[in-house]
């Protein structure tokens, strides 16, 4: 059974204007989301910025009241329960954001910021917490003298690694990352990519990895989902997607992507066409305006996200892509 | 001889120099900008020496706090006088004219016009209250003896090279109307509207998505092939070098590591750091899947107290006890290649 369960999910957001400051728009920013995922698995989101992948992250974990649609976090149907009934899943779910320096007190030590989750939970006795937290601070590979330390003194990747710990110290079942590793350095970023992996190893973590790079999220994922503009448009298996991906836009995705290496430089895909706006999606799917293989058709519905290969439990969304594949079957 | 002795007294010479379109048309030598703080002094760019050619781009890669942003500022002299300093032997060589010593005024006829720059946020540096084509006139009417119909006619030309669409309507638009790609096509038409013979990319494309990333990259492509345009790429981005650099500059700690064509620093790199560099991007692929990506301990030494020794030595692979007392010198390799390393790794030179 799945772990986390989402089912036709939506958020809007209202844009408020005019004379009375009164709705009159409102951005759809996750747009019918359904996704499964399941223990121990990693499951990136990748799509561009605006995408809604972040969102979608934060309806998750219930920082956001969705607008319609379920949540169902093993078992139990999270949709629409109230700030103290969250209380006993924050303990479980936990989240890590994208920018270190911002979503760490700047006020608080580190070991005052650990302390204070580790208490509010009541992850272990009150005279075991400070060797809880020293546990902590040198599982994510921190100096041990950094509990005393407040968050300006450290460097981007060893903040991003105190806010490994503050998830981690609650002992979660499942963690969304929101963009853990986009604002470091090359360098920096291997060093964090490897600690969750080591993490997710010790502790059996589920990840929902959040991110817009394809090559780290290949690396580091078991299966990938791809949105444009609050839609999943592809779910797939991340053992070789390059050789796998069917829908227009993942295959744009990868094509825009440079080669590490200048003997293998090719024409990188152009996408023609603007993204469309997000307060009036068009009513057929919303990838037509860049779309390269568009028909009559793709302007009128969206296509329904189908198995396409249920082995391999790869989904696409797209008219085109469906009938290819149906004529190779036949 | 004559090309030994060069080659001896400068450091990066570009392949084919003999041939009139590959003479450099900007070299910086032995450049080194410090800054003033309240802990006291610290030099940010380090005795950097390269040449660029028309036509060619240069890679700068290296991490945050390489001092890959500070060079290209000193170049274009944009860094304040208040706080920051070239020691007096940087020269920017351009067009017979050391842009060091350059004043003020006779640099502002330079900046924007012969060298212009693009730079990471085309958010903040485009003027919010001005329209889009206000603000590519206004470089013009420094710049040219243009009127102002000729001038409104170039406007929407390069608004139309960079490929935006519907040019007349987006030159009276203002930068909010626009989304970042196109920002960032405003800002290069910007800095191409005077036809420079430099342009200066700071990390054009790090705040962009992918999709649009490629736009930017083929158009800054198109445009090095139809104006000859020398082009300076910085970036953290080792795909994007790989995709458009020519020859590639690897910084360190406010040093130059090691300095070769794109193909060599790829395939044969030879300073410890650019080889680690290389191994820790993830690769896609079914083999590389899940399988933990080597690294790079330890972090960037704080340049107020660097070591005496190698800047790299505490995070070096292949450290030896010289790497800690001695500092490597910059040294010619065949293949234009030059490294600052006591101990190159890589095979032998082809």
Redesign the interface.
């Known amino acids: 059974m799945a772990l986390v369960e989402v089912n036709n999910l939506v958020k809007h957001f209202p844009v408020k204007g005019g004379l009375l400051n009164t709705t009159i728009a409102k951005v759809h920013a996750v747009n019918d989301v359904s996704l499964q995922i399941h223990q121990g698995e990693v499951l990136g989101i990748v799509g561009e910025s605006g995408c809604g992948k972040s969102t979608l992250g934060r309806l998750i974990t219930r920082l956001y009241p969705p607008t319609s649609g379920q949540i169902i976090y093993d078992g139990n149907d999270l949709t629409y329960r109230s700030y103290g009934e969250m209380r006993e899943f924050r303990k479980r779910i936990q989240i890590i954001f994208q920018d270190p320096s911002s979503s760490l007190n700047p006020r608080m030590t580190v070991g005052t910021m650990l302390k204070e989750v580790v208490k509010f939970h009541k992850v272990v006795p009150p005279n075991e917490v400070n060797s809880y937290i020293d546990a902590m601070i040198d599982k994510v590979g921190l100096p041990s003298d950094a509990r005393e330390k407040y968050p300006h003194e450290f460097s981007g990747g060893q903040k991003q690694r105190i806010g490994i710990a503050r998830a981690l110290a609650v002992q979660p079942d499942f963690i969304v990352a929101d963009e853990p590793i986009s604002a470091l350095d090359v360098s920096i970023q291997a060093q964090i990519l490897n600690l969750l992996m080591d993490i997710k190893k010790e502790f059996g973590l589920t990840i929902m990895f959040i991110s817009h790079d394809l090559k780290v999220v290949s690396h580091f994922c078991d299966r990938l989902i791809v949105m444009y503009l609050g839609k999943v448009v592809e779910e797939m298996r991340c053992d070789d997607i390059h050789a796998e991906a069917l829908h227009p836009y993942t295959k744009a995705l990868l094509g825009a992507n440079p080669v590490d290496d200048p003997d293998k430089r090719k024409e990188l895909t152009i996408l023609e066409g603007e993204v469309p706006s997000p307060y009036n999606p068009p009513p057929g799917c919303p990838f037509v305006t860049r779309c390269p293989i568009v028909e009559e058709q793709c302007h009128q519905s969206m296509p329904p996200l189908e198995y396409k290969d249920v082995d391999n439990q790869q989904q696409v969304a797209c008219f085109k892509v469906e009938r290819a594949l149906n004529q190779k079957s036949e | 001889m004559s090309n030994q002795e060069s080659a001896n007294s400068e450091t990066a010479k570009p392949e084919a120099a003999d041939s009139d379109n590959r003479a450099p048309v900007l070299s910086v030598r032995r450049l080194s900008t410090c800054f003033r703080t309240d802990r006291g002094e610290v030099t940010a760019v380090d005795d950097v020496s390269f040449e660029l050619s028309a036509g060619e781009t240069l890679g700068i890669v290296g ?2 706090g390489c001092g890959k942003s500070v060079t290209s500022k000193s170049i274009m002299r944009l860094l304040p006088k208040r706080n920051s300093f070239l020691k007096p032997q940087s020269e920017i060589m351009f067009d017979g004219q050391d842009l060091a010593k350059l004043s003020d005024r006779e640099m502002r006829a330079i900046r924007g016009n012969r060298i212009a720059m693009i730079f990471q946020e085309p958010m903040t540096s485009l003027n919010p209250v001005f329209t889009v084509g206000w603000q590519l006139d206004e470089a013009l009417k420094y710049h040219t003896k243009l009127n102002r119909t000729e001038r409104w006619d170039r406007v929407i030309e390069m608004l139309d090279t960079v490929e935006l ?1 519907n040019p007349h309507r987006r030159a009276l638009e203002y930068p909010h109307q626009l ?2 790609g196109m920002r960032q096509r405003v800002m290069i038409a910007m800095a191409l509207c005077c036809d420079p013979e430099v342009l200066i990319a700071d990390e054009p494309t790090t705040a962009l ?3 649009i ?3 930017i ?2 158009l800054m492509d198109n445009l090095k092939k139809k104006l000859n345009t020398a082009i300076i790429l910085i970036t ?5 070098i ?4 020519d020859r590639v500059l690897v910084m360190y700690a406010g040093r130059v590591v090691e300095m070769g064509s ?2 060599d620093i ?2 044969n790199p030879k300073h410890p750091y650019t080889e ?3 191994k ?7 083999k ?10 330890g ?1 960037v030494p704080s340049l107020y107290d660097l070591p005496i020794g190698c800047r790299f030595y505490d995070r070096c692979d292949h450290r030896q006890d010289l790497c800690m007392g001695t500092e490597p010198k910059l040294e010619q390799h065949v293949n234009d290649r030059t490294v600052r390393c006591h101990y190159p790794v890589g095979g032998e030179d082809s």
Do not use: C, M, Y
């Open positions: 991490e945050s669409p989304s970042g998505d992918v999709t990333q490629s736009q990259l083929r953290h981005d080792l795909g994007v790989a995709q458009s650099a794109v193909h790829f395939h680690a560099l290389l820790s991007i993830p690769k896609a692929g079914p590389n899947h899940g399988q933990k990506l080597p690294t790079i301990d972090i």
